[in-house]
């Protein structure tokens, strides 16, 4: 339960795509173009088309990447500190740079910025998401450069941002000229329920304020195929992507267009993976519930944790006790059930309160997920009880 | 002619990579390892057990990384230049940044180090290799931090790094602590002749005299497999692996197992992957003859041009009359053959003599190629007759 990591019954569901791209069938895109030789930097046309629909932008506005969104995220970062973005002054250059974490969220984004050495600050996450006031507060400060946000079922709380949210980020001012916000659209795709939550789409709501270079927007398959071996892509404003396509001229000589052609032969187009993905959903559902149940009829009522009810995503994001976090994650450790680091969904790996925990459902079996469940709650009550006894 | 670039009936070779790996064949390591989801950062045992055959290091000293050698060459002087090597002060934070640049050489070598600001400095190509007085001299200033190397069958001359180099390269003193050597062994599989060229162990020099950290050793399969889709590595000592490790924490969440897996699947082991290249160079003895042939019928004895003879690799290196090499590619283009520009194989693009053209005879069906090469003596006789005239 420690990485959102899909079990193996869902992985069986893409097999088929290792077999649609061979001699028998071929390996020329539409056009005619020969996916295992050289060329088509920025991905071939039916790839960057079908993310083009599922992110609701236009095609010239994608770039299709290897099988790494988070690489990708990575590379924007690591070029803004070398090179600066669209021309501006390399963030090396500055004397300090920060940059926003909304929180609990990803530690792997708050890892790419505090490798870069940047200083990251927490910002609270509301049933809207990030709490709104306090990012324009934050970015009335030069130094301030950017935010990470997940604004679909966000990770780990499940909270899809509200549209007040999405065009307050379109029409904020930023001290910044260079502010970026870091649109990591990773769960767009991943309902639970039959009833999808919407997201506003923060691209057109920034062109209507000419804020759209500010928008870098990301998502991958990793989740839809495979996890090792999806397609990523980033997109973004004409300005933006002729930035990052002016640096890929340097840095690669192009990312697998055999594996881009089997994504599309194997989903056809956006509505195929939308389809693809209530197969995943019917897999995840019990899992979910299994989660919510066992929390429910063993913390509900007793006011030592609450819990998020996710509509999509990956996680169950659990607030135990102040100060109870660590302590429930190591005595599920000592029973056998390895977890999230307590912490890990804070900047630096610090909870202030040290009472939020992620719950993985997606990997483990369904007997398992129970059995580590009733020790999640047995372990959150003990921890509780100590807690209550020391005071 | 322009780039090299395989020809399709090269990658018609390896077709059946393509199939190898599915529901029927399966998808896991020898060790149980399902390829489809996260896990094993630094690539799966059996494709690093086969790249440690092929550069002669072990396992543990490999990283088996995505599709482009280049993008991991990229990520190393990335890296540098953000956080510094094995811990050293990074390279943004030095005043100047120079790199050697044997020429001619790969363009996206330079490249690379162009993008980053570096000053690159031309050193002359010498049939041994680079000239290692003039590596020894400029290597005794702190600022040169490393050189680009193509030790076997170098790009563009064709030429193998004598034992003598190699050896001087292990041992020669550097000013600066962290110069590297980026040794690009893309061409180490790709011989043309039945009697092999042999390279000296750099890595096993270098130990010898304590040196190995700075050898940061590349390869991958794109002119093996496929040149979209192929596998490439990294290697190097144990701290330059380690730090390389460290830095991928952050960047990704791993490289395309799936891909790995097919190609250790296909090839079976370095062995394997040998006899496999007798198939290609089989298909571009006859490329490769045909130029030479057009180059000595036409061009022998008329002492405006020198070539040389590769018996490996990608490329024929012309040397047309000094101040006569763009004047040959343009009246080459008007007669609607397209070759790598003039000057591209020299840093900043700048032939100092104007004489260097890169011949690429791998892509372009025999028939087509020998109608290119005639038309490319008789540009190279004119340019050759418009100087004259002009003295």
């Not at 803004?80 to 501006?88: I, K, P, Q, T």
């Not at 009550?381 to 100590?386: D, G, H, Q, R, S």
Request: hydrophobic content about 40%.
């Amino acid at each position: 339960m420690s990485r959102g990591k899909p079990g193996p019954e869902q992985l069986d569901l893409t097999l088929g795509l290792l077999d649609c791209v061979n001699a028998r069938d071929g390996y020329k895109t539409a056009s005619g173009v020969d996916t295992r030789n050289y060329g088509l930097l920025d991905g071939i046309p039916e790839a960057k088309e079908m993310f083009a629909d599922i992110l609701e932008v236009e095609p010239s506005q994608v770039i299709v990447g290897g099988n790494s969104s988070l690489n990708l995220m990575f590379d924007y970062i690591a070029a803004a500190y070398s090179h600066g973005v669209n021309g501006g002054k390399p963030w090396c250059r500055e004397e300090t740079v920060k940059f926003l974490c909304p929180s609990p969220g990803y530690d792997r984004h708050f890892g790419v910025t505090e490798y870069f050495g940047f200083e990251l600050i927490p910002v609270d996450m509301t049933p809207e998401g990030p709490d709104m006031d306090a990012v324009e507060k934050y970015a009335a400060d030069p130094a301030v450069k950017g935010i990470w946000c997940v604004p679909m079922y966000s990770n780990p709380d499940g909270i899809t941002y509200s549209d007040e949210t999405v065009r307050r980020f379109a029409s904020m001012k930023t001290a910044a000229p260079d502010f970026r916000i870091m649109w990591d659209n990773a769960y767009c795709l991943h309902h639970l329920t039959d009833t999808p939550d919407t997201l506003l789409n923060l691209y057109e709501e920034a062109k209507k304020c000419g804020t759209e270079d500010r928008v870098v927007i990301f998502a991958s398959t990793s989740k839809v195929s495979f996890p090792g071996s999806g397609i990523a892509v980033v997109a973004g404003s004409p300005k933006t992507v002729a930035d990052i396509k002016q640096r890929m001229n340097y840095q690669t000589i192009g990312y697998d267009k055999l594996n881009m052609l089997r994504h599309v032969r194997y989903f056809k187009d956006a509505d195929g993976v939308r389809e693809h993905m209530k197969l995943h959903a019917a897999i995840l559902r019990p899992k979910f519930q299994a989660v919510l149940d066992a929390l429910e009829s063993n913390l509900g009522g007793k006011e030592i944790a609450e819990w998020n009810t996710p509509r999509g995503g990956y996680f169950v994001s659990v607030n135990v006790m102040d100060g109870c976090a660590k302590e429930t994650v190591r005595l599920l450790k000592e029973a056998g059930v390895v977890m999230t680091g307590a912490g890990a969904t804070y900047p630096y790996g610090k909870d202030p309160r040290d009472r939020n925990i992620r719950i993985a459902p997606t990997f483990p079996p369904l007997e398992e997920l129970k059995t580590a469940m009733e020790l999640f709650c047995v372990c959150a009550e003990l921890a509780a009880a100590e807690k209550l006894l020391e005071a």
